[in-house]
């Protein structure tokens, strides 16, 4: 018999571990698949360019930017913890 699948955590459940920090995002691997937006909408938007972007307005990393960055095809999605110094990930605006 198979292993059921855990649940999907509610959109704005914190990840487990030391993941409550930021979010950042090589924008030389991005390739504008829009999965992170569709997964983690309040952290991630897609910018005029069609790549990826940090929302402005995002809350720390939660369970579904974690689900995001592992979705990522092309692994461009780093979630990095509190005490790392941040990148200059650029962001949406969100405004």
Partial sequence: MPTPMPP???????APGPT?????????LC???GICAATAP?????GADGRARVRSDAPPPTARAEDAAAL??????????????RADTP???TS
Avoid: M
């Avoid at 309040?42 to 897609?46: C, K, R, S």
């Avoid at 092309?74 to 913890?81: D, K, M, P, S």
């Fill in 72 to 85: 990522c095809p092309v692994e461009a999605i780093t979630l990095a913890r509190a005490d790392t110094p």
């Fill in 31 to 33: 390739i504008a698949s």
């Fill in 20 to 28: 409550h920090g930021h979010i950042e995002i090589d924008l030389d």
């Fill in 8 to 14: 999907v955590p509610p959109p704005n459940t914190p």
């Fill in 42 to 46: 309040t952290h991630f938007a897609q």
């Fill in 91 to 93: 962001r949406a605006d």
